[in-house]
T-cell receptor, first 112, second 114 residues
Framework: DAKTTQPNSMESNEEEPVHLPCNHS???????IHWYRQLPSQGPEYVIH???SNVNNRMASLAIAEDRKSSTLILHRATLRDAAVYYC?????????????FGDGTTLTVKP | DTAVSQTPKYLVTQMGNDKSIKCEQN?????MYWYKQDSKKFLKIMFS???????INETVPNRFSPKSPDKAHLNLHINSLELGDSAVYFC?????????????FGSGTRLTVV
């Protein structure tokens, strides 16, 4: 499975934008880029995913580099409730297995 | 309505016991998974079922046995529990296999073996 690399931790101020980076230099052409977040004592929560084009939804935006070797999750206005561990993972479109490997993730701290 | 529900939420048991964790999803998804999150917060897949058929069986001791009676349910039975089995176990589902679809996770079962 292709692996992802994320910074261990990041800090942000409340109501400011946050850019969470993810490197996936060994990504294959059939890998989707997914982002999840895990709040304390909860299960991971789906945030967004994309293949090649940038994606927006009500939670966040996903910016994918042209060569797809990196991506950035953008939270437009961080709130205290956004403090969580953010995971960037790759999921192969073609496989019938559907498995994904979660890395260590980025712990986001939001300061009031 | 909870989309993916697991029971129990907490499980404390002695070494050597046998225990089960149940998972149900009401999303109409075809694929279900068990993930294990250890004390270092690393999430590792254990098993995956697609329409009741086992499609992923990672390197997991054979003391762990999943069972899917129908595509809405995936249970995990653990025999002869060991201290190292202590972890949070998450059930998840997705509409189908493959990267087009995202996971929906349950809230987890915290297993403590004493």
């Amino acid at each position: 499975d292709a692996k992802t690399t994320q910074p261990n931790s990041m800090e942000s101020n409340e109501e400011e934008p946050v850019h969470l980076p993810c490197n996936h230099s060994t990504i294959s052409g059939t890998d989707y880029i997914h982002w999840y977040r895990q709040l304390p004592s909860q299960g991971p929560e789906y945030v967004i995913h994309g293949l090649t084009s940038n994606v927006n939804n009500r939670m966040a935006s996903l910016a994918i580099a042209e060569d797809r070797k990196s991506s950035t999750l953008i939270l437009h206005r961080a709130t205290l409730r956004d403090a969580a561990v953010y995971y960037c993972i790759l999921r192969d479109y073609n496989t019938n297995a559907g498995k994904s490997t979660f890395g260590d993730g980025t712990t986001l701290t939001v300061k009031p | 309505d909870t989309a993916v529900s697991q029971t129990p939420k907490y499980l404390v048991t002695q070494m050597g016991n046998d225990k089960s964790i149940k998972c149900e999803q009401n999303l109409g998804h075809d694929t279900m998974y068990w993930y294990k999150q250890d004390s270092k917060k690393f999430l590792k897949i254990m098993f995956s079922y697609n329409n009741k058929e086992l499609i992923i069986n990672e390197t997991v001791p054979n003391r762990f046995s999943p069972k899917s009676p129908d595509k809405a349910h995936l249970n995990l039975h653990i025999n002869s529990l060991e201290l190292g089995d202590s972890a949070v176990y998450f059930c998840a589902s997705s509409r189908r296999t493959g990267g087009t679809y995202g996971y929906t996770f349950g809230s987890g079962t915290r297993l403590t073996v004493v």
